[in-house]
């Protein structure tokens, strides 16, 4: 039986949660199990992960997969694991994350009568400090449910489709993704930015599944979103900013170039964004970064000053909230929510920066 989706699990570190993860993709219904392909990718990985990972590849050998290599980083992971999908559809769920079964399962029905080149889903934040379930859901308002969008239609309907489009909701037909040969950046955090971005800007069709299937866990210290984490990585973030920029030029060359020009520069506008936040507000040493922030703006705007006038706004916000030495709680809790009812009553999400 030909194999209908394919998971690729970069993996490394994660023996205290890979047995919950992989347990998540044990399907009552047999014919799924049988569509279904879970790579588990060891990127060198020094704990005992492969041999948790093992106990289900004995159970299901035609399900669960090994995949080894050289330690490389979670791009790299992700790149060696595209290699090996055998499936029509791909997505990726990281080790210490999982899925909602019965939710997984009608994301299958749904790609069984899809032939969309992205597939947008919600998804569930669970914050391990907090043990609260937050969803992150898409919402699709057409009354066809199977309706296939443009880019573009895409991104007339943005609040309601965001989730949908990072990392943990979007996933890839898998010959539209290989077609591309587009490699994601190796030996760096964030490069998850790359993947739900620029290989989405060639996207003739996408298609919107409203289950909630990924559950994204939070609030662990070792999290690459960690504010500490974050702080020392901002060379990380530099080079997918660079990354991202680098892509603009090939924008007249995807089917939808209008779509792909506004969905390129609406996430690499948010991701500019997250880097303020983390340089100039989540820093606790409100000066200590401000000199490298003013220096990476002003290769944005050499590069690219398309993208400069889009993120131009936001940068000086930000400069602003520095300055009064604004707390990355208050902003979080309190100033990020009044800026997106003002967003929502003012329809700037129809804008490019906000």
């Known amino acids: 039986m030909d194999k209908l989706l394919s998971i690729v699990i ?3 570190n994660a023996e205290k949660f890979l047995d919950k993860g992989l347990s998540t993709f ?3 219904d047999a014919d799924k199990m049988k569509k279904l392909e879970v790579l588990i990718v060891n990127d060198g990985t020094p704990d005992n992960s492969v041999a ?5 590849v004995d159970k299901y050998p035609d399900t669960f997969k090994i995949i080894n290599k050289e330690n490389g980083g979670h791009g790299s992971a992700i790149n060696e694991g595209v290699k090996h999908v055998t499936a029509k559809f791909f997505k990726c769920v990281d080790a210490d994350d999982w899925v909602i079964t019965k939710n997984l399962e009608k994301l299958m029905d749904a790609l069984e009568k899809s032939d969309a080149d992205v597939v947008l ?3 569930v934040d669970y914050d391990i400090s907090t043990k609260k379930y937050t969803k992150r859901d898409i919402v699709n308002r057409d ?3 199977d309706r296939i969008y443009s880019l573009k239609e895409i991104m007339d309907i943005w609040p309601d489709i965001f989730n ?6 979007i996933l890839y037909k898998t010959d539209f993704y290989t077609s591309q040969n587009y490699k994601l950046s190796e030996g760096i ?5 790359e993947y739900a971005t620029m290989p989405a800007c060639m996207a003739k069709t996408v298609q919107l599944v409203e289950e909630e299937v990924y559950v994204y866990r939070v609030g662990d210290v070792n999290q690459s979103i960690a504010a500490e984490n974050q702080l020392k990585r901002l060379p990380h973030f530099h080079k997918v900013i660079d990354s991202m920029l680098s892509y603009e030029e090939k924008l007249a060359q995807c089917p939808d170039p209008e779509g792909a020009k506004l969905f390129w520069a609406k996430k690499t506008s ?7 936040q983390v340089a100039l507000i989540k820093s606790p040493d409100k000066k200590k970064y401000r000199k490298v922030v003013e220096q990476t703006n002003s290769k944005i705007q050499a590069r690219s000053p398309y993208m400069y006038g889009c993120v131009k706004n936001k940068y000086k916000v930000f400069t602003v909230f520095n300055k009064l030495h604004m707390s990355d709680e208050f902003y979080n809790s309190k100033f990020s929510k009044f800026l997106f009812d003002i967003k929502r009553i003012w329809k700037l999400d129809k804008k490019l920066y906000y």
């Open 189 to 193: 955090f964030y490069e998850d930015q």
């Open 270 to 276: 948010m991701f500019i964004g997250s880097y303020y």
């Open 143 to 145: 009354s066809n449910k």
């Open 121 to 123: 889903s919600s998804y």
């Open 164 to 169: 949908g489009v990072q990392y943990h909701g």
């Open 26 to 28: 044990i399907l009552d």
């Open 52 to 56: 948790v990972a093992q106990k289900f």
């Open 10 to 12: 970069p993996t490394y």
